[in-house]
């Protein structure tokens, strides 16, 4: 089943044109990858997606429901949740703080506490620092918080931003892997990575974006073994 | 034969008037805690304000001043007339003073609120730029006046008394009066319920949430509009409040523009603690009314605005971000 869709969807800032007639499928249960360079339009595509940035023209569905023009803060009650780039901690909040910022939609005290037991097991690092403020916490610990802070909203869609940025080596690896197990605790993700062999390495499918435009798509493996792409984002060839 | 050091010395008054500071210093002290608590819970609504939207809300000061005509006119209506302070029992007494209390929260919140839907809502739904939120406020500021103007006139309200001043006891060689302690501790315990509010409740999460990150707080699925309305209204419910305690001490206080150096005091006194930093009001308001005082004694009558600028100009001369810095946005508030 469709879990979301982008049907030629635009995204302008004033006149500058962002992302042009892109569209892409997410389907319920798969990773998907979302690579390109620079400027590329990626994280632009995922604020439209959360209803941050206001798309020209083009719809969004999210379940079968058009949300193209629902408010943001709509669209996490649907299941939507980002991490978004640069990771965004509040920064004058602590730690369990954040965490509950991002169950602030949801009612269900039990399932909070459960889904809060789930990311301090994802993330021991963030158990130990429940009370430091988000502001004062390394960058690799704030992406774990970003990406925890997301999950307490227990989605159906999580949205990452370029969750490896600025991480160590041995950091990176643990996050690509506990990607893995949320997908397989059932969560649905669209990635947008740097990193590109590694996305590509776990993503099921994934699409390439050029100029705010979708210039090729296929499985994870296809793209790996693709010499254009090899070229130009796996620094081989 | 006497020199021209004595001959000033002995003429003309001393310029600064270290007698009357030491004299009246346990008197002014609380007294300043007094005005200092008005300009606290005054100054919440600034501070809140600008947390959130990076506004300076000029208008909230009539804001204020509507709760005070909200206290006059509670007064009023209840029976009570200017003249002499009537004889009341204590339970009645408390009963009529918290019905203005709850009238003036009302009706102060309910400017707030409509000040933001008419004002500056429709400036955000077309992405205007910082100075037309600045001047759209100093506008409906002046208009807010004009309103009571047109209607009560340029004199204020005739006083209303219901307090009859009583010591209860003595601090140094201050007395003090049963209205001192209702102002300050009414004060401080609404200072700790919007405290409490802000930092232990979802709701003040939020506001938390967009005054440090507005999209991110989108992103957690915080309604911003709700936030920035709620904001306001919390904001002119303190400022309600203040306004009876204003009247209390100053029953003549209900006047169209009796609000404007009131409200700049207590901006004054959130921008000294660090504005939209919530602690800092408080601490910015208790000073601010405190040295004003100290200074009046210490200069004169005349000097006494002019002495709380000029501290306040020499604390960010010091600490551009206020006492406790700028807080709602970057540390815990
Ligand atoms: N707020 C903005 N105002 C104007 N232009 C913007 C704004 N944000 C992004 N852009 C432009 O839109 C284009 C796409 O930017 P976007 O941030 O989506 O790229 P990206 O693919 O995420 O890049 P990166 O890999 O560097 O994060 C860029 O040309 C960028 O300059
Ligand atoms: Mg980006």
Redesign the interface.
């Known amino acids: 089943m469709t879990l979301l869709e982008l049907d030629s969807v635009s995204v302008h800032y004033g006149r500058i044109r962002a992302v042009h007639n892109l569209s892409l499928t997410v389907e319920e249960g798969e990773v998907v990858a979302l690579i390109g360079a620079n400027g590329a339009g990626k994280t632009t595509t995922m604020r439209a997606i959360?209803?941050?940035r206001p798309v020209s023209s083009g719809r969004i569905l999210f379940d079968g429901q058009d949300i193209t023009r629902m408010?943001?803060?709509k669209r996490?009650?649907l299941g939507i949740?980002?991490s978004?780039e640069g990771r965004?901690i509040?920064?004058?909040?602590?730690v369990l703080?954040n965490l509950?910022?991002?169950a602030?939609?949801r009612k269900d005290k039990a399932g909070i506490a459960e889904d809060m037991e789930r990311v301090f097991e994802l993330f021991p690092r963030l158990a130990e620092r429940k009370d430091q403020?988000g502001?004062t916490m390394s960058g690799g610990e704030q992406q774990m918080l970003a990406i925890g802070?997301a999950l307490m909203?227990r989605p159906k869609l999580l949205l990452l931003d370029e969750p490896s940025m600025g991480l160590a080596p041995q950091y990176i690896q643990q996050i690509f892997r506990i990607i893995t197990e949320i997908n397989q605790q059932g969560t649905t993700v669209l990635l947008v990575e740097q990193n590109a062999q590694q996305a590509l390495a776990r993503a099921h499918r994934a699409y390439v974006l050029e100029t705010g435009s979708i210039v090729k798509s296929g499985t994870g493996k296809e793209l790996l073994a693709d010499p254009a792409v090899k070229e130009a984002y796996l620094g081989v060839g | 034969m006497i020199s021209s050091a004595q001959y000033l010395a002995q003429d003309s008054e001393p310029w600064i008037n270290t007698d009357t500071f030491i004299n009246l210093f346990w008197a002014n002290t609380i007294g300043g805690l007094e005005y200092g608590s008005i300009y606290a819970l005054v100054a919440l609504g600034y501070t809140l304000v600008y947390g959130v939207l990076k506004l300076l809300n000029f208008a909230h000061s009539e804001v204020f001043i509507y709760g005070a005509y909200a206290t006059w006119f509670t007064f009023f209506l209840l029976g009570f007339r200017p003249g002499p302070t009537p004889e009341l029992p204590v339970g009645e007494l408390i009963a009529y003073l918290v019905l203005a209390v709850i009238v003036a929260m009302l009706v102060s919140g309910t400017t707030a609120l409509v000040l933001e839907r008419v004002a500056y809502r429709p400036l955000r739904n077309r992405g205007a730029p910082r100075l037309a939120f600045l001047i759209t406020a100093i506008g409906a500021s002046l208009i807010l006046q004009q309103i009571l103007f047109l209607w009560r006139g340029s004199n204020p309200e005739q006083a209303i008394r219901l307090l009859r001043p009583e010591t209860l006891f003595n601090v140094g060689s201050a007395s003090v009066q049963n209205l001192t302690v209702i102002i300050v501790v009414a004060s401080v315990l609404m200072w700790i319920v919007a405290d409490t509010f802000v930092n232990r409740t979802r709701f003040g999460r939020g506001i938390r949430a967009v005054a440090q990150d507005p999209d991110t707080a989108m992103l957690m699925g915080v309604n911003k509009e709700r936030i920035i309305m709620l904001t306001f209204v919390v904001g002119g419910l303190l400022a309600g409040a203040a306004a009876v305690f204003y009247m209390m001490k100053i029953p003549q206080g209900a006047q169209y523009n009796g609000g404007f150096l009131l409200g700049l005091k207590a901006f004054a006194a959130a921008v000294l603690g660090g504005i939209g930093n919530l602690r800092g009001a408080l601490l910015g308001g208790l000073l601010l009314g405190i040295i004003e005082n100290h200074g009046q004694a210490l200069f004169g009558g005349e000097w006494r605005d002019v002495v709380a600028f000029v501290v306040l100009v020499l604390v960010l001369m010091f600490r551009p971000t206020g006492i406790l810095g700028e807080s709602l946005g970057k540390a815990r508030v």
């Open positions: 959360s209803g941050i408010k943001g803060e996490v009650e949740a980002q978004p965004r509040f920064p004058g909040m602590t703080e509950d910022m991002g602030y939609a403020y502001g802070r909203a």
